[in-house]
């Protein structure tokens, strides 16, 4: 564990970080996307902004539950990774959950993604209980989410990867996509339309026809984001995004964070370095051993004593 006194140091090292740094690749390149060339409307944040979240003012009603646990408890054997826990994602915010390595964060991740069922409580999403759903309707629900290890489809180009993730959202039926409807044409024209703006906001339509594989660690986790962005959420849930980012990577992970809740989306947010989460993050839930011990503002995060505690090793000045 490293607390590092540096501007945008992890005070709680994440110790996957290491093996998560793809290796750098040495290829040749497919060149750079001369953006405005291909969409003029896209040198316009807020014509990009508009693509990205076009239901925006519709979806945001800022302050209400979008997601809520009741008593939330997973059981691994004998295990309770996850013992009780409710806490709420209001709409609009960008909420942190937090906790020392083992406290069940990814076990709750997990379980309001659909990856697990819950052994008991429930996860209400947009007043409807998620407990029997499936995982991709999950996604047509609304909730998309990006991985600690980067999944994405490395010999696609970043477009291509973005435009599957806009095919959640097509209603073209098979036979259409066989016989290449009139609809599924515009519907792919659209697809594509809306993959630029997705890559332009999160800062990697100049890569738009490079291979995944051969992006930048960072531009890899951008590409994870728009993906995951494409699908159109309600809730975009983040584990670990700045996992191997250098101080000014994370510090621009932080301003697209806060760019995507300013679009209108909710986010929440699974990550290591305090710095980040207190510096971006409405609120902020923490776990410990699988129970929920605080939730509250940043601020007042920051100066419980429990959660202080449950860091121990990292001084109270570390934390401040
Ligand atoms: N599939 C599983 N089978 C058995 N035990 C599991 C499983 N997944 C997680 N656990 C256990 O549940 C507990 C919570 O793990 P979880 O991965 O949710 O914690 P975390 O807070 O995400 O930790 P980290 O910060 O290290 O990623 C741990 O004791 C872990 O070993």
């Known amino acids: ?5 540096g501007a945008g140091d992890a ?24 953006v405005a060339a291909i969409d003029p409307a ?10 990205v979240a ?3 003012e519709i979806e945001t009603a800022e302050g209400q539950a979008l997601l809520k646990t009741e008593g939330l408890t997973v059981r691994f054997g004998g295990l309770v990774a996850l013992d009780d826990v409710s806490f709420e994602i209001r709409r ?11 406290a069940g964060k990814t076990t709750c991740f997990n379980a309001i993604t659909g990856v697990y069922k819950p052994s008991a409580g429930r996860v209400m999403f947009d007043g409807e209980p998620l407990a029997k759903t499936k995982r991709n ?3 047509r629900l609304g909730i998309a989410r990006t991985f600690q290890n980067i999944r994405l489809f490395g010999e696609m180009t970043a477009l291509e990867n973005v435009v599957v993730g806009t095919d959640a959202r097509h209603r073209t039926s098979v036979p259409g996509a066989i016989f290449r409807t009139r609809r599924h044409r515009r519907e792919e024209r659209d697809a594509v339309a809306r993959g630029m703006a997705l890559l332009e906001f999160v800062g990697i339509a100049p890569r738009a026809v490079e291979k995944a594989k051969n992006l930048s660690y960072g531009d890899q986790r951008r590409l994870e984001i728009a993906r995951a962005l494409a699908t159109e959420p309600k809730l975009l849930c983040l584990d670990e995004p700045a996992a191997g980012f250098n101080p000014s990577e994370k510090s621009a992970l932080m301003d697209l964070i806060r760019k995507i809740r300013d679009d209108g989306f909710t986010v929440l947010l699974i990550e290591h370095d305090m710095r980040l989460v207190m510096g971006v993050t409405d609120r902020i839930v923490v776990l410990e051993f699988g129970k929920k011990i605080a939730d509250d503002l940043p601020a007042a995060i920051r100066e419980n004593p429990a959660v202080i505690a449950a860091y121990l090793g990292v001084p109270d000045d570390a934390i401040a």
């Open 42 to 51: 896209l040198v316009d944040p807020e014509a990009v902004a508009e693509a």
């Open 137 to 139: 309707e999950i996604t």
């Open 92 to 102: 609009g915010e960008i909420l942190g959950l937090i906790g020392p390595n083992g």
């Open 1 to 5: 564990m490293t607390a590092g006194p």
């Open 54 to 56: 076009p239901q925006r």
């Open 11 to 34: 005070m709680f090292d994440n110790e996957d970080m290491a093996a998560n740094l793809a290796p750098e690749v040495d290829v040749p390149t497919a060149g750079v996307v001369d």
